[in-house]
Each structure stands twice: as C-alpha cells, then as structure tokens.
C-alpha cells in the first residue's frame, strides 16, 4: 500500500506559554518550541504500522518552509521511507481550502492508495483532510481510531461522542484524519534522527505542481485571521497567593465549606 | 442577504442541544434572517425530530432516505450538497459529525469553511465577522469570513446560550430532492464504550490529572491525594492516550460526563473537549503551573503550583 502522510509543524502548547504580540498581529514566536503536530504523529505511527503488516511504503509531505525539513525527517526516523517538503512565497497565507489545494497537486503526481492527516492542528480547525478528500473525490472517515485493511477495503472505526465507536467499510483510495489514543507512536531518539540527516528531501513549487499563482495563499483565502486578542475574562478563578502551605490550608477550608472534604 | 440554514442534530427522535444554539447563532449573522432548519434521517424518529426542530425554526426542510437512517457524514454530505442553494450560510455543530461532514460539504457547494466558532459579530456587507481560539484555547482570534459564495461554519457546541425562543414552524418534505446518496462508506455498527472498574459519574469529589502529572509513576500521587480526600481520580484525554489510567476514567466529550461537587484539575489546560464532560457546576479548583492556562478562566479557585510538589504536600496536610 503506498500511504502519504500529511504533517505539520506546529508550536508544541505543552511546552510553551503561548502569548500575544502587542499589536495583536501573531503570537509571541521567538522563543517557542516546535513540533511535529500531536495527531500527525500518530497518523505517521499508524502508517508505519500499515505498511509493515501488508508492504509498500509511507511518504510524509508538508506544506511549509525550510523549517519544516526538520519534521520530515523526525518522521523519517520514525520509519516513514520518504519526505516531500511542499514550499513556495506564493504558499503564505494559504487558509485550509490553499494548504489541501496544494496537496492535492502534489497526491494527483503519485499514486497512493491511502493519504492519512491528523484530525486537527494548532489551530483547531480539523479541516484540512476533509477538504483534500472532497477536492479529489475520494471517500473520506475522521477521528478514526482503528485500521484494519481487509483485502481492496479498509475496516475502520471513528471516534463518536462518549468514546463510543462507529465501525465503518471504507473503498480505497481514500483519506483518513486520525485521532490520539489510535496507536503508541514510537520514539525517535538522536542517533535516529542523525541515520537521516543527509537524506535528500525533494522540495516541491507552485511551478512543479502547477498551481497557478493567485489560486492558493493569501490572497485566495476565504478565511483571513483579522487579529490575535486577549479575551475580556469572565469572573475567573479566585488565585491563591503565598507559601504552598499557606495555599493548602486556604484551599482545605473552602473544601470543607463545599462538602468536599469530610 | 444570504439565506441562512441549520443543520439539526438528533437521536432517537429527539433534537439535540445543538439544535436551539444554531438558532441563536443564526441570529447573531443576521437578526432578520429567516432561517430554515435541515433534518435529515428516515423513519419516525425522523418525523419526531422535525417536530422537535419546528419549535425552533419558522422552516424545517425534511430528508427521508433509508441511506440516512444513521448520519454517516459521507452521504448527509451528498445530499446537503444537492439541497442547500448555491450562496447560503449552512450552520452545523462542531462535533464530532460535523468535523466529519462539513469540512468536504465547502468544497462541494464551493463555500467558505470556518469550523469551531465561539463567537458571531455579525455580517458587514459579505463579511461575517467570528471569534476563534487557537493553540488549544490559549490564544483567541477574529476571523473575517467571506460568505459572497456561502459559507459552512461549524459552531462549538456550548458557545451559544439558547434564549428560549419558539416558533411554531412548517415542515417541508425535500427527499425528493435528495438524489443519488451512494457512498463509498459504510457504516456498520456503534461499539459502545467499556465500562472500568471504577465509575467516575457516581464520585462527589474528583482529582482528576493531566498532561501536567509528566509520568506514569506519577499517576501514584494523585491516588494518594484521592484516597486522603476520599475522591476517586479521573484524568484528561492525553493520560488515556498513553495508557496510564483506563478509559473509563477519561472526562470530556469523548470519556464520561461527570457531575461531582467538587473538580480538582490537577495540570489540565481546560481544553473544551474536556470541559464538555463537566456539568452540573460544580466547585472548580486548578492547580497548574503556567498562570496562563485556560483552566484558570472557568475555574472557582486557582493555584499557581508544580502539581507534582503541590499533591503530595496536600496529601501530607490531609494526613
Ligand atoms: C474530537 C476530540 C475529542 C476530544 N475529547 C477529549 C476528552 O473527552 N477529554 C479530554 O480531556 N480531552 C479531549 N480531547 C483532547 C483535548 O483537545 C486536549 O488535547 C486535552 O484535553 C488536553 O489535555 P491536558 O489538559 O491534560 O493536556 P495539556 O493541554 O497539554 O495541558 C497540560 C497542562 O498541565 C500544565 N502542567 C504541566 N506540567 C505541570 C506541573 N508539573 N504542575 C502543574 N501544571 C503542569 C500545563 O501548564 C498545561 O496547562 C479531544 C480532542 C478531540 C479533537
Ligand atoms: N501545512 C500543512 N502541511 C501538511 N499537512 C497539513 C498542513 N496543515 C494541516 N495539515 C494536515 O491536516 C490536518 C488537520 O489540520 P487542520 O485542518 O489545520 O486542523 C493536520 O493534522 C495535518 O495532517
């Protein structure tokens, strides 16, 4: 099976504080530590898995710039045979519907039987493999959190409400978002990292995909981020200020007035 | 002015929550609007759920197809992309159906997609200005929509306060309308969660740990504090992920809702699929060391502590 995976790299929110500039116009981005985004971890994990149970091969692919190499090729440690880094100035600004434009070029030049994303990324949207899947017409599953592949079809289940589990039949080719808890994504130590660190990583253009200049970025966006902002906070929790013995016994008192120590 | 619709939710005849937010949300893009909702299913349960849906909406559009009877986001896709006319404003709730369906419904309708609004400012000419959160709700955005061609928005569920407005609506059958709604997926059956050992809905007191708690060893600690409080420990989603604590044990929209007297969050972000297993108000504390975190906004009581230094000084003092 030839399986391609979608990754981003992302700031990693359980490393960072994020903050915002004064202006308004981003995130504080100078000292922030990044990553390959939570999901497309697993989704890169699964994959592995996939192609070691019934062969074939994995590609990792992203939309970004220089930076992004990196993540490729984390992931190529991780056992992904190939990255493709997918960058152009005319890429910038690029809202969902651009980045899954760009990557349905580049999927249209191949031939996969599978293209896995992650179900969201930093921003929450969980849009990008749904798109991609409309864009190429393919049948699409999200939050899925079990693969089985059963001859030409895959058997797979997606994550619903209460942690219940919807069993699905799915014809391939087709594109899957992938949720957390799937599978346990192997760890990459350096030596691993450095295995791959002369490996070629193909870096593809607007001109190679041939993606006409206006189509994606900026300026074909529907959706534009207007500002970042500071929420007027509602009436927010009571801090408790001094030692940590001191905030102890306040909190205990305030326990016992709500019932919740005997 | 864009016609606006709202894509209704439902199980087993009955409307879900969802179904009045939308309402509202349709009146914060344009308070004139006369919105029509769509119910799709087959059946009875069908026909009762349109019901439920006309005390909300003057209109109520109604899908009947066998292939419907369960939402399987792959053909409710196929036959809203029919139904819906070109241009229009499509409301869905951002769950787990909705992420499923709605990103794709965009590009068929060549629509806008903006998914996870929290907030609505309302329509300046074709612009529909929404409120966003990013980076697991630590940073919130204005986005400006451009609906010229209509727009599929995801709504998350919670944000808009129903406001208690009926109608008494007139339900118009569109199956006819549908189309062709084979699909490539199919849906077999419903896996119903495992239940543990231990029922997290049942506790008064829960402490309940996070990424915050770094190790599976450390899952120790908190059972200490539990057990020193008389509280059963539940945790968020990650500490399942990676197989520290049982499923059963998971609050949020995809684990248990619970509804203790007492939430101890010890090193949670307050992320909204995690709060959506949290109801009936209870008393909210948070300890957590990044005087940042979200948790800090709907928590009663905040502390700005290492959880790891904090639980077991606490357990000590209970001792
Ligand atoms: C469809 C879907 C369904 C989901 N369902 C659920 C669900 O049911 N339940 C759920 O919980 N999540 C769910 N999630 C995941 C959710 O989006 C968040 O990723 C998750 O809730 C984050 O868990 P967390 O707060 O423990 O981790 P993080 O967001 O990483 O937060 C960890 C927190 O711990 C703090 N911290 C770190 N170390 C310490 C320390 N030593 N002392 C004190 N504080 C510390 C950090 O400052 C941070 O605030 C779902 C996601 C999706 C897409
Ligand atoms: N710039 C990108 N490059 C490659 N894949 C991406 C990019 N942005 C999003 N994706 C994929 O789409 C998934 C969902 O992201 P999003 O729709 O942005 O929430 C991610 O987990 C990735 O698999």
Redesign the pocket.
């Known amino acids: 099976m030839e399986i391609l995976v979608?990754?981003?790299r992302v700031p990693d929110t359980a490393e960072n504080e994020i903050s915002i500039k004064g202006d308004g116009t981003d995130i504080e981005r100078d000292d922030l530590v990044y990553s390959v985004?939570e999901?497309?971890n697993y989704?890169t994990e699964e994959a592995i898995q996939i192609r070691d149970k019934v062969g074939g091969s994995v590609t990792v692919?992203?939309?970004?710039d220089s930076e992004s190499e990196e993540i490729l090729r984390r992931q190529m440690a991780m056992g992904a045979d190939k990255g493709i880094l997918l960058a152009d100035d005319a890429f910038e600004g690029s809202d969902?519907r651009g980045?899954a434009s760009i990557?349905k070029a580049e999927i249209q030049k191949g031939k996969y039987d599978l293209v896995l994303?992650?179900?969201?990324?930093d921003?929450?949207?969980?849009?990008?493999?749904g798109m991609l899947a409309a864009m190429l017409d393919w049948p699409y599953a999200s939050l899925v959190n079990k693969v089985d592949v059963e001859g030409g079809k895959l058997k797979i289940g997606r994550e619903i409400e209460g942690g219940n589990q919807e069993m699905n039949e799915i014809e391939l080719p087709c594109v899957l978002?992938i949720q957390t808890g799937i599978n346990e994504p192997r760890y990459v130590g350096i030596r691993g990292i450095r295995k791959v660190a002369s490996v070629e990583i193909p870096s593809h253009g607007a001109g190679d995909l041939g993606i006409a200049a206006g189509s994606v970025g900026a300026a074909a966006a529907k959706v534009k981020r207007a500002d970042y902002f500071t929420p007027e906070l509602g009436k927010g929790a009571e801090i408790l200020e001094g030692s940590m013995e001191e905030k102890i016994d306040k909190l205990i008192e305030l326990l016992k007035a709500k019932g919740g120590l005997k | 002015m864009a016609q606006i619709f709202a894509y209704i939710a439902h199980k087993n005849g009955v409307v879900e929550d969802s179904a009045a937010e939308l309402a509202v949300a349709a009146k914060k893009i344009d308070a004139a609007a006369q919105v029509t909702a769509i119910v799709t299913g087959s059946g009875s349960t069908l026909d009762s759920a349109c019901q439920g849906a006309a005390k909300l909406y003057a209109q109520v559009w109604k899908v009947d197809n066998a292939a419907l009877a369960y939402p399987n986001g792959e053909v409710v896709r196929k036959a809203l992309a029919k139904i819906v006319p070109a241009g229009s404003i499509l409301l869905v709730p951002h769950d787990t159906f909705g992420m499923d369906m709605a990103p794709g419904l965009s590009i068929k309708l060549d629509a806008a997609y903006a998914a996870d609004i929290v907030g609505l400012d309302g329509l300046d000419g074709a612009t529909l200005k929404a409120v966003r959160q990013e980076f697991a709700g630590m940073a919130h955005t204005h986005v400006a929509i451009d609906t010229a061609k209509g727009a599929v928005l995801t709504l998350r569920p919670g944000s808009f306060q129903p406001d208690g407005a009926g109608a008494s609506g007139s339900v118009t059958d569109k199956s006819g309308d549908a189309g062709d709604l084979s699909a490539k997926r199919r849906f077999l059956q419903v896996v119903e969660a495992e239940t543990g050992d231990v029922d997290i809905t049942k506790a008064d007191v829960l402490v309940s740990v996070g990424r915050g708690i770094e190790d599976a060893e450390n899952i120790s600690i908190a059972q200490e504090l539990a057990d020193a409080m008389g509280a059963v420990v539940s945790c968020s989603r990650p500490i399942v992920d990676a197989k520290w604590l049982e499923k059963a044990r998971q609050v949020g929209t995809s684990g248990k809702t619970v509804k203790p007297k007492v939430y101890m969050a010890m090193g949670i972000s307050g992320s909204f699929q995690h709060l959506g297993g949290i109801k009936g108000s209870p008393f909210i504390v948070a300890v957590n060391k990044n005087p940042k975190a979200p948790i800090f906004q709907v928590a009663d009581v905040g502390i700005v502590e290492n959880i790891l230094e904090f639980m077991p000084a606490m357990t000590e003092k209970l001792g």
């Open positions: 979608c990754v981003k985004n999901w497309d989704a692919v992203t939309v970004g969902g980045i990557l994303t992650g179900a969201q990324a921003d929450g949207a969980a849009q990008v493999g978002s």
